[in-house]
């Protein structure tokens, strides 16, 4: 019998990319999302519509989530609902099979608030600083509780992932590249603010391999980090943008966001030791891809607001 996942989340960034990932190799993919439209369509809040989607799975990739820090700021009590009571839902439909589903949770560099000392590892003391990072270490704890009594449950933490440019328009990434093609200015939220950003391709084949290490039948790791380990400032990223735009947009800076982590990158031995995974796409490589990616989506409406 082919395996079959369920990708909460299934239409985000993270979750279209790791669907056509899983679906080349094979596997048959059920997706949740309240993006969705037809069979795929349905909220995490929900517990039966959950239980259906995840009762002839063997094992489910648990993405869903107010995502944003901003949007946990602006609407704590949605944050908590989806974030935490929707993760609920899922683990405890994962265990009511009668072969209980394995599970990974995608957690955030979030969790850690501001690191006394970088790079951040798996083991490195959660800290958050916000709603959204606060819910995330609440999943953490709903998981390991759930291996306790038996779930192979995983955990991965994700950094300022990027690469597409159906990504949401205000991520900084994105919206730093839409902006250097258009020869626009950047606005800057805290130029010395530092980052670990990291390629979706390497995301989506790190998050593979693990799907492989679990659908084997093996326990599930300890929390793994997915990022590139290499740090970047706000103000470089900027930098960067406009250099591979090859535009003369400003830079405008503008003070931080009083609840945003400031200084973040973290280290992946662990995925390297446990899954032989390493991160490929350089932010410089990876920039440049999206920039391209960029061009002609933009072109059309860049010369129309030209020409008025």
Known sequence: MRHQILITGSCGLVGSALRSALEARGIDVIGLDTQATGADAGDVRDVERVRAAVAHCHGVIHLAAVSRVLW?????????????????????????????????????????????????????????????????????????????????????????????????????????????????????????????????DDVTRGIVGLVDHLASGADAPPPIHFVSGQPTTLGQLAALSIDLAGTRSAIQHAPPRTFDVSRFYGCPDRARDLLGWQPRVTLREGLARLIRDFRPELGTAHSQEVAS
Not at 131 to 142: D, F, M, N, P
Not at 174 to 192: I, K, Q, Y
Request: proline fraction near 6%.
């Open 72 to 200: 946990g700021e602006r609407d704590p009590e949605l944050c908590w609902a989806t974030n935490v009571a929707g993760l609920c839902n899922v683990i405890d439909s994962a265990r009511r099979r009668t072969n209980p589903a394995w599970l990974i949770f995608a957690s955030s560099r979030e969790v850690y608030g501001q690191p006394e000392v970088l790079p951040a590892s798996e083991d490195t003391p959660l800290c958050p600083v916000n709603v959204y990072g606060r819910s995330k270490v609440e999943g953490e704890r709903l998981v390991e509780a759930a291996r306790r009594e038996g779930l192979r449950g995983a955990i991965i933490r994700l950094s300022n992932v990027y690469g597409s440019t159906r990504d949401h328009a205000d991520r900084v990434v994105p919206a730093f590249a839409r902006m250097a093609v258009l020869s626009r200015p950047l606005r800057v939220d805290g130029a010395e603010h530092t980052f670990d950003f990291t390629h979706i």
